[in-house]
T-cell receptor
C-alpha cells in the first residue's frame, strides 16, 4: 500500500515569492495535517483538515493557508516567503476524526529553502 | 498555549546500555503519542497512550503515561545501533480549542556507540 506522498521533494524559492506544497494521504484516510519542522526542533502544527473543512490551526501567520480536495488530497500555500520559512514541511494523514484516537502517518516531507 | 518539554536533548550511550527520555506537558493531555525520526527521515508513529498511569511495551521499549496525564516516558532496554534517531513525544490537548492539534516536544537525539 502506498504511504503518504508529498511533492515536490525539494524546493528553492526567493523571499517574497509564493509556494504551493502538495500532499496525498493514505487511501481511506480523510484527515490531513500539516507541520513545519525547523532543523533541530520538533514538528510544529500548522493545520488539520477533515472532510475538506479546517478542524485545527496552529500559531502561524495568515500567509499560511491550506485546503483539502474531494479526494482528500491537500495543498499548503505560503505567501510572501520569508527566510524563516525555510524548513521541512510534513504532511500527515490519519484515519479517525472523532475523539483523539488518531495515529498520524507522515509523508517524507518537502524541504523548502528560501534565499 | 500548551507546551511540551522533553529531556534530555541529547543522549549518547554504548550499545547495550539503557536509555530513557522524559516528556512533560504544561497542561493535562487527552493522549500522548511517541514518534521516532531517523536522520534524514520523517517521524514514524511508535505508540499512543490514553489512560492515566498506562504502561505499554513493545519488545525493548517501555512507554509510560503519568497519573496526572501531564508527563510520559520512553525507556529502551539494552540499546542497539538500530535505535539511533530522534524520539519525539506529542501531546493532544484535553478538550478546549486545540482540536486536532498535536504539540511535539523538541525531541531527544539518541546516538548509540557500538
Amino acid at each position: 500500500d502506498a504511504g503518504v506522498t508529498q511533492s515536490p521533494t525539494h524546493l528553492i524559492k526567493t523571499r517574497g515569492q509564493h509556494v504551493t506544497l502538495r500532499c496525498s494521504p493514505i487511501s481511506g484516510h480523510k484527515s490531513v495535517s500539516w507541520y513545519q519542522q525547523v532543523l533541530g526542533q520538533g514538528p510544529q502544527f500548522i493545520f488539520q483538515y477533515y472532510e475538506k473543512e479546517e478542524r485545527g490551526r496552529g500559531n502561524f501567520p495568515d500567509r499560511f493557508s491550506a485546503r483539502q480536495f474531494p479526494n482528500y488530497s491537500s495543498e499548503l500555500n505560503v505567501n510572501a516567503l520569508l527566510l524563516g520559512d525555510s524548513a521541512l514541511y510534513l504532511c500527515a494523514s490519519s484515519l479517525a476524526n472523532t475523539g483523539f484516537l488518531w495515529e498520524q502517518y507522515f509523508g517524507p516531507g518537502t524541504r523548502l529553502t528560501v534565499t | 498555549g500548551q507546551q511540551v518539554m522533553q529531556i534530555p536533548q541529547y543522549q549518547h550511550v554504548q550499545e547495550g546500555e539503557d536509555f530513557t527520555t522524559y516528556c512533560n506537558s504544561s497542561t493535562t493531555l487527552s493522549n500522548i503519542q511517541w514518534y521516532k525520526q531517523r536522520p534524514g527521515g520523517h517521524p514514524v508513529f511508535l505508540i499512543q497512550l490514553v489512560k492515566s498511569g498506562e504502561v505499554k511495551k513493545q519488545k525493548r521499549l517501555t512507554f509510560q503515561f503519568g497519573e496526572a496525564k501531564k508527563n510520559s516516558s520512553l525507556h529502551i532496554t539494552a540499546t542497539q545501533t538500530t535505535d539511533v534517531g530522534t524520539y519525539f513525544c506529542a501531546g493532544a490537548n484535553a478538550g478546549g480549542t486545540s482540536y486536532g492539534k498535536l504539540t511535539f516536544g523538541q525531541g531527544t537525539i539518541l546516538t548509540v556507540h557500538p
